[in-house]
């Protein structure tokens, strides 16, 4: 399977800023079922794209790693601080 990780980790970037902004409007109103509804959606979505990536292209994070008593599994595939990953602003380059 051939997987653009820079195309899961923008979708999941995506996902995880809609679920801060639902949250967001949800605490002013908590009673919004339809926000409600597309709030868990993202959440699920965002869940099951980041057991994708973790499954198939290496570990979003040191602590979910997975190791056992003998190896930290970490160190075999970290993910790479990849700082043109970011969005450019104007007149900012980041490379």
């Known amino acids: 399977m051939n997987v653009n990780a820079d195309k899961v980790l923008s979708r999941l970037t995506a996902l995880d800023f809609m679920a801060?902004?639902?949250?967001?409007?949800?605490?002013?109103?908590?009673?919004?079922?339809?926000?409600?509804?597309?709030?868990?959606?993202v959440i699920e979505e965002a869940d099951k794209l980041r057991a994708f990536y973790e499954d198939n292209i290496g570990p979003l994070y040191s602590f979910r790693s997975g190791s056992?008593?003998?190896?930290?599994s970490w160190i075999d595939k970290p993910c790479p601080p990849d700082?043109?990953?970011?969005?450019?602003?104007?007149?900012?380059?980041?490379c």
């Open 83 to 94: 700082y043109c990953f970011n969005y450019y602003f104007s007149g900012k380059e980041c």
């Open 68 to 72: 056992d008593e003998n190896h930290f």
């Open 20 to 41: 801060v902004d639902l949250a967001l409007y949800l605490d002013t109103h908590p009673n919004d079922r339809e926000t409600i509804e597309k709030y868990n959606a």
